[in-house]
């Protein structure tokens, strides 16, 4: 069967597998409502079934991208294919375990399970000889499939990839082994390419006169090949430009945007707590007014570059009526100095302190997770973002920031899931076992082009979920969720192979791919948790977009 027939039929079948998994939604969400509305009593009775249709639905979403990307060549194809065949037989396996809990759904997922193309689809896309055609073409090519960027945006990736390759790389291991605080001469390095200015308008210091949120993952995907803790740097300053630019005033964006932008502040983000993680509408840190602004207390946890930052997006409660839930809280920019250890105390001359203890982690080191104690430390009246009109909207605001901070997590993901293949194709080709180099071997062949596959499909859903949430006004949020969701998964699995590749050489620290398969672990936790994303975000919009 030639290429173009294959796809059609990889077509044919993605097709299928999305309807039958609208059907499942509008049968799950039968089931799940009462009296018009999504109950969150049945919701949370079909968290078991709610995840696994959000992961399979995050997975066809990707292949589906990836399809479209097959106009790009021949290689574009064949992992198109692949990515196809994957996705069905992934929807083949799990598609009749959910449709007995969806009342009253279409028999189409149990007809999908036992259709001859799905099966035909599966059998020539995991063959091991079409496995040898991908890998051939990639050999050939020198590429793992081509991105469809236009010229300026590849001049963007070329340029951070040369300074990942000169300036990251080879200090990641050091940095990683040591824990390492990443120097501010990188820093400012980083800065002068722009970084941090990606989401911030010309105005404001940045580099842009429009929001280019695929720009922001192509240089995260390339900061985060060389290391994740690097590529890690401009998350922060997303998450507070977005909420500034929705709701600070005019004299917060001028004070703030150009230091952040310029690099010449860092920031952190401070909203999780020891018992609230993703229920943000639970924290109990608080604000209360004081004659000189605002006094803070409560303990934060996992604050990233807390110590190195001298801006704190930090999430409080300045309502003390805890029955307004996420209504209570307020957003603020709190300044302090920046402190290199793993350790530091801010006393305020006003009185207050707050204090930072950098917490031990497998992974993602170079950076450092605080736990932060404020203790009646004082901030002034225009700390709070919107000031007096930002009162009670926190929450909101903070949102608007984790929607490109989590599209900023996707493209983190796969700058470190791209550094795990590449590794393991290098290996694979030079490592001789019994006889013969390791990629000779059926069952490693399968592993890579599998492997090539996800992080294809990947790629183009977080690049059209990046254009979504730029082009499409208020739309893009929930593919954003989508994409870190799946992403996240996948750089999981990918750097688990990539170091099975390696074999006993993968545990060991001096190949930086057992720095990648603990770097991975950590994604799939911050930025919302994957399964928040899946029963919170992601569950709830596909419910009410197929039960109605």
């Known amino acids: 069967m030639n290429l173009q027939s294959l796809l059609r039929d990889a077509k044919a079948v993605l097709n299928q597998g999305e309807s039958a998994l609208h059907d499942l939604a509008a049968g799950l969400a039968r089931v799940c409502t009462r009296d018009g509305a999504l109950s969150q009593a049945e919701l949370d009775r079909c968290q078991p079934e709610g995840f696994r249709l959000a992961h399979l639905y995050a997975q066809t979403y990707a292949a589906q991208r990836t399809l479209a990307s097959a106009g790009l060549g021949e290689l574009e194809t064949l992992l198109a294919i692949v990515g196809a065949g994957l ?14 809990r969806s009342s ?32 051939d073409a990639i050999e050939r090519l020198q590429s793992f499939g081509a991105d469809g960027l236009d010229a300026e945006r590849r001049l963007l990736r070329e340029s951070f990839r040369s300074f990942a390759e000169k300036r990251v790389k080879p200090v990641a291991e050091r940095f990683h082994r040591e824990d390492l605080l990443i120097p501010d001469a990188l820093i400012r390095e980083a800065a002068e390419l722009g970084c941090f200015g990606l989401s911030i308008p010309q105005a404001y210091g940045g580099v842009q006169d429009r929001p ?18 690097f590529g890690s740097l401009i998350t922060r300053p997303e998450i507070l430009a977005r909420s ?62 807390a110590g190195r930052a001298e801006l704190i997006g930090l999430l409080a409660r300045t309502e003390p009526d805890a029955g307004l839930g996420y209504k209570g809280l307020s957003l603020f920019v709190v300044e302090k100095p920046p402190f290199h250890g793993h350790d530091f105390e801010h006393r305020a001359p006003g009185g207050g302190r707050l204090a930072g203890r950098a917490i031990a ?62 590794a393991a194709t290098g290996y694979a080709r030079d490592r001789n076992v019994f006889g013969q180099a ?18 294809h499909a990947c790629r183009h859903a977080i690049y059209a979920s990046a254009r979504l949430l730029d082009e499409a006004a208020g739309q893009g949020h929930m593919e954003a969720s989508l994409v870190k969701f799946l992403a996240c998964r996948q750089a999981e699995w990918i750097t688990r192979e990539a170091q099975q590749i390696h074999g006993g050489m993968g545990y060991a620290e001096e190949f930086p791919v057992s720095r990648l398969f603990v770097d991975a672990r950590v ?26």
């Open 438 to 455: 390791l990629v000779r071997y059926a069952l490693t062949r399968e592993k890579l082009v599998s492997m090539a596959a996800m992080v």
């Open 523 to 548: 994604l799939s936790i911050f930025e919302g948790t994957e399964e928040v994303l899946a029963l919170k975000v992601i569950l709830p919009a596909l419910l009410k977009a197929h039960g109605k």
């Open 244 to 305: 500034l630019l929705k709701g600070g005033t005019e004299g917060q964006r001028a004070k703030f945007l150009p230091l952040m932008a310029s690099g010449e502040r860092m920031v952190a983000i401070s909203v999780t707590e020891p018992d609230f993680g993703s229920d943000v509408a639970s924290i109990q840190c608080s604000a209360r007014r004081s004659p000189d602004g605002w006094r803070l207390n409560g303990t934060k946890l996992w604050c990233t570059f």
């Open 87 to 100: 996705t069905a037989n992934l929807l083949r396996e799990q598609l009749p375990l959910l449709a007995p």
């Open 361 to 422: 982690t497998l992974g993602y080191r170079g950076m450092h997770s605080y736990e932060l104690l404020f203790e009646d430390y004082p901030v002034p009246a225009e700390a709070l973002v919107g000031e007096d009109s930002g009162r009670g909207k926190g929450f909101y605001l903070q949102m608007e920031g984790f929607a490109y901070g989590r599209l900023q997590t996707a493209g983190r993901a796969l700058g470190v899931m791209q550094a795990a293949l590449e």
């Open 104 to 135: 009253g759904a279409a028999p189409a997922p149990l007809a999908f399970a036992e259709g001859k193309g799905v099966l035909d689809l599966v059998r020539h896309a995991t063959a091991s000889s079409f496995h040898a055609q991908v890998l």
């Open 212 to 229: 280019d949120s695929l720009g922001m993952v192509l240089v995260t995907e390339e900061l985060c090949r060389g290391s994740l803790i």
